[in-house]
């Protein structure tokens, strides 16, 4: 942490920032940078800005990244020219001093900078209908603010990110190497995983197909990465910001509403070891699609309208296999904080799929009777 101390003022003071750096706290629960909240003195006001050190293992070209994220982040802005609040409703970047977006440490971190958005919050877990349909509200609205971004086409920051064909290649690897011999642990998972596979292409094989169109996607819609003002507002004007831009690139719209309806539609975090917990509720799903199709249903292709149920099962899906991919790879990938914390994250997902089967009449009719 005093390395880390050392290289965050580093990076910190290589961006357009004024005043005095008074110190940097790591900040946040994401899985894959590194995030501080640093406090400046500005001539006597206290100001927090963001850094994140970003995940180069992951990304493997960071300046393709950050190039996406200038683009959108301005083109979002642009859009919202003149509403209040408008640097706490998209993420604004803090130039760097030598005129780019990025900076390296000395160490070979790569570091960007954004406003600290104040008076925020973010959910792990929805707690109403109201909840759910502010936030399926928000990705739509994302959507719409995107749909008109100008050529060219955004970089594939991780390519074949949401590709379920070349998801299940590497699990099929790491299940014949099971290197840390750990298969025999997860036997109910892998055949799990083995029976869905066909199932799990549908989406990515409809969108190489063109039967669904390529959108510009997060990619990532995890209800944690949408800070929510602190202020209740209005749904005609909701106040928010859709974070972690990282993996916005093409994609289709029902990766970004399928992990909305991972997220959003159960009473547990995806790690929750108590599976009783883990269960696809209908009414939640009824509100984060009412949310959601209040800003997306004049744009979506009756394709993408059938597939939305579809959606949540398919990205529920993908990440259960890379949990469990990752389980058997040796935890490599993501962040964990206890032994076998990617094997609980499988299976949470996986009971979560098995809930969503269970209601999936309901919740389709759900779906018929909001596109009426
Ligand atoms: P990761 O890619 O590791 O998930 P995120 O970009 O999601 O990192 O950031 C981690 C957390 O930091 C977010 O979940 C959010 O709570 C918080 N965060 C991100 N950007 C900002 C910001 N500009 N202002 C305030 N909080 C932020
Ligand atoms: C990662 O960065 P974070 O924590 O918001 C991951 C997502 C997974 C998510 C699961 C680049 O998201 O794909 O859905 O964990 N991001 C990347 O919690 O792999
Ligand atoms: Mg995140």
Excluded at 11 to 34: C, M, R, S, T, W
Excluded at 66 to 77: G, L, S
Excluded at 233 to 244: A, Q, R
Excluded at 289 to 297: I, P, V
Aim: glycine share 6%; net charge negative; aromatic share 8%.
């Amino acid at each position: 942490m005093e390395k880390d101390q050392k290289l965050i003022q580093e990076a910190a003071l290589q961006f357009v920032i004024y005043g005095d750096f008074e110190k940097a706290v790591p900040y946040g629960k994401g899985h894959i940078n590194d995030t501080f909240a640093s406090q400046w003195n500005q001539a006597g006001l206290t100001v927090r800005y963001l850094h994140q050190r970003i995940n180069h293992k992951i990304f493997v070209r960071p300046d393709q990244v950050m190039e996406n994220i200038q683009r959108v982040t301005n083109h979002i802005a642009a859009k919202l020219e003149g509403l209040h609040d408008r640097s706490r409703r998209t993420l604004t970047l803090v130039p760097a001093r030598n005129g780019g977006s990025w900076v390296r440490d000395s160490a070979g971190g790569w570091w960007r900078t954004y406003l600290f958005i104040e008076g925020t919050h973010t959910l792990d877990i929805a707690s109403s209908p109201e909840e759910a349909r502010f936030l399926g509200k928000s990705i739509g609205c994302f959507q719409n603010q995107l749909a008109d971004l100008p050529q060219p086409r955004l970089h594939e920051t991780i390519p074949n990110f949401h590709n379920m064909e070349t998801r299940y290649q590497r699990f099929h690897q790491a299940l014949k190497a099971d290197i840390c011999h750990r298969a025999k642990d997860a036997e109910e998972e892998i055949a799990f995983m083995l029976a869905n596979e066909e199932r799990g292409a549908l989406l990515i094989k409809a969108l190489k197909s063109g039967a669904l169109p390529e959108r510009i996607c997060h990619n990532d819609t995890k209800m944690n990465n949408i800070l929510i003002d602190d202020q209740p507002s209005k749904m005609e004007d909701p106040v928010f910001c859709v974070g972690d831009l990282d993996t916005v690139m093409p994609g289709t719209s029902l990766f970004d509403v399928g992990d909305l309806i991972r997220t959003v539609c159960t009473r547990a975090v995806e790690d929750e070891q108590d599976l009783a917990k883990v269960s696809f509720d209908p009414v939640f799903f009824q509100a984060l699609l009412e949310g959601y199709l209040s800003e997306a249903k004049k744009f979506l292709t009756s394709e993408e309208k059938r597939l939305l149920l579809e959606g949540g099962r398919n990205i529920t899906q993908i990440m259960g296999l890379r949990f469990l991919t990752d389980y058997l790879e040796g935890d490599h990938y993501y962040h964990i904080s206890r032994d076998r914390h990617n094997l609980d994250r499988c299976r949470n997902q996986i009971t979560l799929i098995r809930s969503i089967d269970a209601e999936w009449e309901k919740a389709e009719q759900i779906v018929s009777l909001l596109l009426a």
